[in-house]
């Protein structure tokens, strides 16, 4: 609108933890900016288990994009989503609003549950990946303990209390720690006839171990925190049906009413949007500066992109892998604008991984050393509640984990959304 | 199931203020009590609107009904939800389960809201009962600030940042200042291109003053803050018609992509469930001591029940009068299972009302003094973090408002649900 002569306009694409990093690291960088997502709020989506299993609530790991991005002057925030790209044209179609320009684009959409092509599978076996995920596998969960109260057939009521989990990467694990702690202390107080103690909470690893990623000692460790929290886990055991029954995995039929899927992830399609073959889990295979080959003003980061490390493995989708490309892209456009020496390729500084197993058990990998049991899991504590974005959530979080604690309480129990007792099929 | 004597059965439709009171008056009663809600939590409704507004998360107002009766060893929780009585068997019919009976029947089953007759209302204007409905009402006002700022319409944008309250009794009034503090503080530093100072909310009221029930004095004092905090207030103002474009009040149509109902209310169905006529708004009209004229054995009470004062005003629909209801009914089962002769007919002592508007503002009438501003606001705060159940949701509600207070800040901003961008009818 004005006469001066125009900024240069960097486009982001979602804003997670790579999208959010590198719309902060561009901060002082002479451009205008539009940061696009389709929600309204940066989730802290290590945490999201823990409002499943009614730990903590939404708002305590989630803020608002617009509050977090308030005090940047050359952004502009888009609640929408992305649909498509004209490479061309530099445009990035919309579902809402008109094609919007870019003369940069950096493509952070993450990622979503792959189901390895059985499209009948997410119906039973709900992902998590949202908020809304996240309050509805907490609905399922908590109905199926109200439903079992009142089932005078045994055999039902066996079917109500079981829960599987498909898929031991750190999801399922840490998924299966906080069920074990909500149906054997928080709820164990609550109900009169049935024993929340006889739930049964199977762990499904198509695996030979749990925590693949993890070294074999700290696997073992974990397996034997499961164990003793009363989690089955089945590991070399393939699901090979899912329906509202339960599922079928090595031939045998498991009765199960919640079936919760934590096993493969696949990339968002930016590949296609961008015409590029994918490369494995349909991520795009980006250059050494996370750069697409051939597009030097397109960028792809976190686990939309495919990278590897020196010894040709993929890195990890976790947070910091994500935060750290975010930081590199945004770093490298603003030499780039500013007509500084473009900075060497992108190397990713390894901070280990951590994975908690309910109450005061977790294991932590930081390649200088390996901890398990109750120092791993301060360790995880500590480390979790610095990184939740805002002063005010951490409060929060802090006093909820503490007096959930002391007291086995689970503050967060709601059963919410109009769905009413569907796993009886009587509604 | 044992041989010894059957105990009397107790049972209770509904864990709202009257039906919680009355099941924890019970504690030592010798009888079974089973408690039936459809839902598993028990909410702090006269909070409901900072959920709706964002200032509170819905775990901050609700509580699970098995925690907060954890202790209580004579009663039994049920989740269904009630559909009828057979007053011959003495068993009450249910959505879910069984045919259940009872020796003793207390009804609390409240109120919904009443659309005077127009049954596509609802669909255009929400009214604000249930958690679900308040997280509904936060994604829809959130989201038509998000469609405003990348709307270039001029008269749509208008329209998407324009709120009509229906009703002035205390829940309009107190979502109206909520909603003012929402737009002009929290969000106004947030977005780029809409000034939500532009934002316009209107406040509809058919009769001649705001808080009808308050003394005039206090209506004037809380008239004079909303129009402080640019809350437009039509008095004497019929709605004639709701639709998807927004009102027609007077005659003049009203555009306004987001109209919240909080006018009247009807209560639950209790008459034609025991074959009575039912009273004024459809309660039913109870003898002195609160139970069913002709059934000495059913009782209903809160906002199900008609009930009149000394001067023969109705009782107003808060939570003290359902409390005070509720545990006179427990007193009086208890009582008559123990031989104990009857206590004397109920009666209501007022505690006087409370309603807030906004950040520090307030307007209370406790009979033997009126309050109004700072003071007013300063004890209402402290009736409401008092009257909150359980500890843990003191300290969290506090500590949310203190921040919200400090920083204008808003912690609960989130869009959730499925429904995305609905109010264009793009999708």
Same mark, same amino acid.
């Given at each position: 609108?004005?006469?001066?002569?125009?900024?240069?306009?960097?486009?982001?694409?979602?804003?997670?933890?790579?999208?959010?990093?590198? =719309?902060?690291?561009?901060?002082?960088?002479?451009?205008?900016?539009?940061?696009?997502?389709?929600?309204?709020?940066?989730?802290?989506?290590?945490?999201?288990?823990?409002?499943?299993?009614?730990?903590?609530?939404?708002?305590?790991?989630?803020?608002?994009?617009?509050?977090?991005?308030?005090?940047?002057?050359?952004?502009?925030?888009?609640?929408?989503?992305?649909?498509?790209?004209?490479?061309?044209?530099?445009?990035?179609?919309?579902?809402?609003?008109?094609?919007?320009?870019?003369?940069?684009?950096?493509?952070?959409?993450?990622?979503?549950?792959?189901?390895?092509?059985?499209?009948?599978?997410?119906?039973?076996?709900?992902?998590?990946?949202?908020?809304?995920?996240?309050?509805?596998?907490?609905?399922?969960?908590?109905?199926?303990?109200?439903?079992?109260?009142?089932?005078?057939?045994?055999? =039902?009521?066996?079917?109500?209390?079981?829960?599987?989990?498909?898929?031991?990467?750190?999801?399922?694990?840490?998924?299966?720690?906080?069920?074990?702690?909500?149906?054997?202390?928080?709820?164990?107080?609550?109900?009169?006839?049935?024993?929340?103690?006889?739930?049964?909470?199977?762990?499904?690893?198509?695996?030979?171990?749990?925590?693949?990623?993890?070294?074999?000692?700290?696997?073992?460790?974990?397996?034997?925190?499961?164990?003793?929290?009363?989690?089955?886990?089945?590991?070399?055991?393939?699901?090979?049906?899912?329906?509202?029954?339960?599922?079928?995995?090595?031939?045998?039929?498991? =009765?199960?009413?919640?079936?919760?899927?934590?096993?493969?992830?696949?990339?968002?399609?930016?590949?296609?949007?961008?015409?590029?073959?994918?490369?494995?889990?349909?991520?795009?295979?980006?250059?050494?500066?996370?750069?697409?080959?051939?597009?030097?003003?397109?960028?792809?980061?976190? #686990?939309?992109?495919?990278?590897?490390?020196?010894?040709?493995?993929?890195?990890?989708?976790?947070?910091?892998?994500?935060?750290?490309?975010?930081?590199?892209?945004? #770093?490298?456009?603003?030499?780039?604008?500013?007509?500084?020496?473009?900075?060497?390729?992108?190397?990713?500084?390894?901070?280990?991984?951590?994975?908690?197993?309910?109450?005061?058990?977790?294991?932590?990998?930081?390649?200088?050393?390996?901890?398990?049991?109750?120092?791993?899991?301060?360790?995880?504590?500590?480390?979790?509640?610095?990184?939740?974005?805002?002063?005010?959530?951490?409060?929060?979080?802090?006093?909820?984990?503490?007096?959930?604690?002391?007291?086995?309480?689970?503050?967060?129990?709601?059963?919410?959304?109009?769905?009413?007792?569907?796993?009886?099929?009587?509604?």
């Amino acid at each position: 609108m004005s006469s001066a002569p125009r900024r240069p306009r960097i486009l982001i694409i979602g804003a997670g933890f790579g999208g959010l990093t590198a =719309a902060q690291s561009l901060a002082k960088a002479p451009a205008d900016i539009l940061l696009i997502d389709r929600r309204n709020y940066h989730l802290f989506q290590p945490l999201l288990y823990q409002v499943a299993t009614a730990a903590l609530s939404p708002a305590e790991i989630a803020v608002p994009i617009r509050a977090v991005l308030r005090g940047q002057e050359n952004i502009t925030i888009l609640m929408d989503e992305a649909v498509g790209i004209d490479t061309k044209a530099r445009l990035v179609r919309l579902r809402r609003g008109s094609p919007t320009p870019y003369d940069h684009l950096i493509l952070a959409t993450g990622s979503a549950y792959s189901y390895f092509g059985h499209e009948d599978w997410p119906r039973f076996a709900p992902g998590l990946k949202s908020i809304d995920d996240a309050t509805r596998i907490r609905a399922q969960v908590l109905r199926a303990f109200e439903e079992a109260e009142t089932c005078e057939d045994e055999a =039902a009521r066996r079917r109500l209390m079981s829960f599987v989990l498909v898929g031991a990467g750190p999801t399922g694990v840490e998924m299966a720690g906080a069920l074990a702690e909500l149906a054997h202390a928080a709820l164990a107080r609550d109900f009169r006839h049935i024993v929340p103690k006889e739930t049964r909470i199977l762990l499904v690893e198509a695996g030979p171990r749990i925590l693949a990623s993890f070294p074999d000692r700290l696997s073992q460790a974990a397996l034997r925190s499961l164990r003793q929290m009363r989690v089955e886990v089945a590991l070399d055991t393939a699901i090979e049906a899912i329906d509202e029954k339960g599922v079928i995995a090595n031939g045998k039929r498991i =009765a199960a009413a919640t079936v919760i899927w934590c096993a493969g992830v696949s990339a968002t399609p930016v590949a296609s949007w961008l015409g590029v073959a994918p490369g494995p889990g349909g991520a795009l295979k980006v250059a050494p500066d996370l750069s697409v080959p051939g597009c030097p003003e397109i960028f792809v980061i976190g #686990d939309a992109a495919f990278i590897t490390d020196e010894k040709g493995r993929r890195l990890p989708g976790v947070a910091p892998s994500a935060k750290q490309q975010g930081h590199y892209v945004g #770093d490298l456009l603003r030499r780039r604008l500013t007509g500084k020496p473009a900075p060497p390729p992108f190397r990713y500084r390894d901070q280990g991984q951590l994975a908690t197993i309910g109450r005061a058990r977790a294991v932590a990998d930081l390649s200088w050393m390996q901890l398990w049991g109750f120092p791993a899991w301060l360790l995880w504590g500590i480390v979790h509640i610095y990184f939740l974005i805002g002063f005010r959530n951490r409060v929060v979080v802090f006093l909820n984990w503490f007096w959930a604690w002391l007291t086995y309480g689970r503050g967060a129990r709601l059963i919410t959304g109009e769905r009413k007792f569907d796993s009886t099929g009587s509604e």
